[in-house]
């Protein structure tokens, strides 16, 4: 089943209706849909670099507005709706021990979740449920979102096809790495 969801979510691309339907998969995805937006993304870059920057505009702000849908989920609809995503998602149980220590590192959270492949979904609902400062929340999705989906959008822009495989398949590890270089730096720099 996912495997058709995830070729109907790519088969939007090819869509007249292709902007419209990225900024609704990036909406979802931030709060309860499975496919990534870059699945989109890739190819509609691909097809028209020229537009590379509109696209990336695009879906960081659906994420970010899917990211505060996320937010509400898990402050106002946690016990109805938040938990059975978590539980869809396999992230109920690590959730409680989670949650405890969240809000020392929330901004820290969503940033990293936000650019690299885990779950935005998750620390949204998460940043909702710790009741996470809506204004850190809401300024962390949009630096990582953008930084994530412009970094796409400059990489597809600038080395074009050739880069996709990358992208697709590594792009992720280097987020995770840079993001544990980053949070690394300033724990050195915290203990000096």
């Known amino acids: 089943m996912l495997r058709r969801l ?26 309860f849909f499975p496919i990534p937006p870059d699945v989109l993304m890739i190819p ?16 960081t ?6 990211g505060i849908l996320g937010y509400y989920i898990g402050y106002g609809l946690f016990e109805t709706v938040g938990k059975p995503l978590l539980d ?7 959730f409680d021990e989670f949650q405890a220590t969240f809000n020392n590192y929330g901004a820290w959270a969503v940033l990293a979740a936000g650019v690299t492949p885990f779950p935005f979904k998750v620390i949204t609902i998460a940043s909702g ?3 996470l400062s809506f ?12 930084l994530r989906f412009y970094l796409v959008a400059i990489l597809l822009w ?19 790495v840079f993001c544990a270089l ?4 300033f724990a050195l720099v915290g203990l000096l």
Do not use: C, D, N
């Open 6 to 31: 995830y070729e109907w979510t790519l088969s939007l691309a090819k869509s007249p209706y292709a902007l419209w339907a990225l900024a609704v998969v990036a909406f979802m995805e931030s709060s």
């Open 44 to 59: 509609m870059i691909i097809a028209r670099p020229s537009r590379a920057f509109v696209i990336a505009g695009v879906a």
């Open 61 to 66: 702000v659906a994420s970010v507005l899917g």
């Open 88 to 94: 869809f998602y396999g992230k109920h149980g690590a």
């Open 129 to 131: 449920v710790t009741q």
């Open 135 to 146: 204004p850190v929340f809401v300024g962390s999705a949009i630096i990582a979102r953008a």
């Open 158 to 176: 600038k080395f074009g096809p050739p880069i996709r495989t990358f992208i697709e398949r590594r792009l992720g590890f280097v987020f995770i």
């Open 182 to 185: 980053l949070i690394g730096g």
